[in-house]
């Protein structure tokens, strides 16, 4: 069955970074573009990133472009969210979830979420 | 960018009555040259990761209850929940995928009267 595993949250002081990793299975990997998606505590949810399936396209909300990178290693069916220069407000869950159809396209299934808190 | 904005922000429903959920874009999500509408809506209960139930705006996920519908065209949109169970209790969100950035509504939360 599809798995999305998200891992590499934690806390982080302001200005610092963090990597998060999206493991998938279940599906063919290389077929599929994968979102970054976060949400604030007791808030909505927020588009973050998308890459492609063969990754010739990432497009980035103007919040986080020039801050986080978005990359993927086939090898490893795995997708990263690189993040840097992290302010308070990036503090959220964040869910890595599978594309459908061309991008943006919609997203039949999302990962559990993995927690990131930016405080000093 | 689109915005997504839905209504009610909250709902309380009597177990077997119907919930409706509204979700209005900036701009039309109907994409002339394959006659479809850009618009999903998504199913979040707390601490769950969000859950697919309805894509290009009316077709249902496979394995979502048939009395969970979409319905809408262009700017219009509506969730509606037939007959509301217990399970159903859940915040839902629309979401547009018409175009880059990617949008959703703020969220409806659904309760059991």
């Known amino acids: 069955q599809v798995q999305l595993v998200e891992s590499g949250g934690g806390v982080v002081q302001p200005g610092g970074s963090l990597r998060l990793s999206c493991a998938a299975s279940g599906f063919t990997f290389s077929n599929y573009g994968i979102h970054w998606v976060r949400q604030a505590p007791g808030k909505g949810l927020e588009w973050m990133a998308v890459m492609s399936h063969d990754g010739n396209q990432k497009y980035y909300a103007d919040s986080v472009k020039g801050r986080f990178t978005i990359s993927r290693d086939s090898s490893k069916n795995t997708v990263y969210l690189q993040m840097n220069s992290l302010r308070v407000e990036d503090t959220a869950t964040y869910y890595c979830a599978k594309v459908v159809g061309r991008l943006p396209g919609y997203f039949d299934f999302w990962g559990q979420g993995t927690l990131v808190t930016v405080s000093s | 960018d689109i915005v997504m904005t839905q209504s009610p922000d909250s709902v309380a429903v009597s177990l077997g009555e119907r919930a409706t959920i509204n979700c209005k874009s900036s701009q039309s999500l109907l994409y002339r040259s394959d006659n479809k509408n850009y618009l999903a809506w998504y199913q979040q209960k707390p601490g769950q990761p969000p859950k697919l139930l309805i894509y290009?705006?009316?077709t249902r996920e496979s394995g979502v209850p048939d009395r969970i519908s979409g319905s809408g065209s262009g700017t219009d949109f509506t969730l509606t929940i037939s007959s509301l169970q217990a399970e159903d209790a859940a915040v839902y969100y629309c979401?547009?995928?018409?175009?880059?950035?990617?949008?959703f509504g703020q969220g409806t939360k659904v309760e059991v009267k």
């Open positions: 979401h547009q995928y018409y175009s880059t950035p990617p949008t």
């Open positions: 290009w705006a009316s």
